[in-house]
């Protein structure tokens, strides 16, 4: 009868809103068979799930739906392109570019090279020039493509010395036809 | 109903792990806002709480294949949500530290819904300023097991496993936290009208 009359202090409530199960048995069977505590449980609970409804109603929606899988992968994708595309044409930059010593040797040794590979062409080019048919033809011919006569160049292209000038007239008159 | 909820959530999880995008969409879904929620109860911001989210999921898609229990699917992904917070609030911290944060308090201030009536903006912010009060003036462990419980909804197991503690330490915290939310009558008072 007694057992009946002493209800759930404020320690024993909380515990049975807590988890009922870890209450003592007495305290237990006192709640089950209470309908004062009951409703103190009850109450108690009702404003503990009150919050759960208040923070949920008061709290604002996200503005824009979750993004499927795919589109999720494909945003994060695309600017990850990007970037690796950038860092690509970044570092193509740097390596064109590069003030660093080692590459400075590297590029000089490059210029020696085409410097040398320069001259080598020249030469080339004046053998070329010199020599237009191989020695085989230039024999035949009977004669070499290097070198021409001082009287053939003389008539050909006449010094100046034995150039005579008429008065009065810059026009240059050939000796050659003076004589003939 | 909550047993067959549990269910599908595990069949999705258990074919979202093995590449099922379908399944994985499904999942994105069904806890798209209870995370947007308890990122949001614990950030005040919109949008910290909406780039949050979105950190979120793509953490769980990432690491979905090395979930082994799909059971604890859920307490797993609130303890990613818990983890990706805790980093957010480091990192503004050290921003804070550097004078480089933009941070503004936003103290629960944008929201939505029946936002032209004055009194019900009130109440809100009201509710929203004895919230923040209450929570802040616990310790971190007890805050954390109140909002876990009573505003996430989760249970004590559910807890227990997303902060790796046992049952009875959270039980002693929630203890102890519900204590004090007793002796608080401003939140007190306001939570007996309800939803208005
Ligand atoms: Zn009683």
Known sequence: ?180 | MADSKYQQVSELVDKARHGNRNSTDQLVMLFHEDIFRMVYYRTRSRMDAEDLTQEIFMQMIKSLPGLKKTSRFKSWLFRIALNRIKDFYRKKSILNFFGTSTEVDESYQEISQNDDDPIDKLMRKEFWEQFRQFTEGLPRWEREVFILRFADHLGIREIAETLKKNESTVKTHLYRALKKFRQTPGLHDLLKGGVP
């Open chain 1, 1 to 180: 009868m007694k057992s009946k009359t002493i209800h759930l202090d404020e320690d024993q409530l909380i515990w049975s809103v807590v988890d009922e199960n870890d209450l003592a048995p007495a305290v237990r069977n006192h709640l089950s068979s209470c309908p004062v505590c009951q409703e103190r449980k009850r109450h108690f609970e009702q404003e503990l799930n009150n919050l759960g409804n208040m923070t949920k109603a008061f709290s604002p929606l996200p503005r824009e739906k979750p993004v499927p899988v795919v589109q999720i992968f494909r945003n994060w994708l695309r600017p990850a392109f990007v970037s690796g595309f950038a860092l690509v044409l970044l570092i193509m930059g740097i390596w064109w570019s590069s003030p660093f010593p080692v590459s400075q040797e590297n590029r000089m040794t490059q210029a020696v090279g085409e410097m040398e590979d320069d001259s080598q062409l020249v030469v080339e080019i004046r053998v070329v020039e010199e020599y237009a048919l191989p020695d085989l033809y230039m024999d035949i011919a009977g004669e070499s493509y290097g070198y021409f006569g001082d009287e053939f160049l003389e008539f050909v292209v006449p010094l100046e010395e034995n150039q005579i000038r008429s008065t009065g007239s810059a026009r240059p008159v050939r000796l050659i036809h003076l004589i003939s």
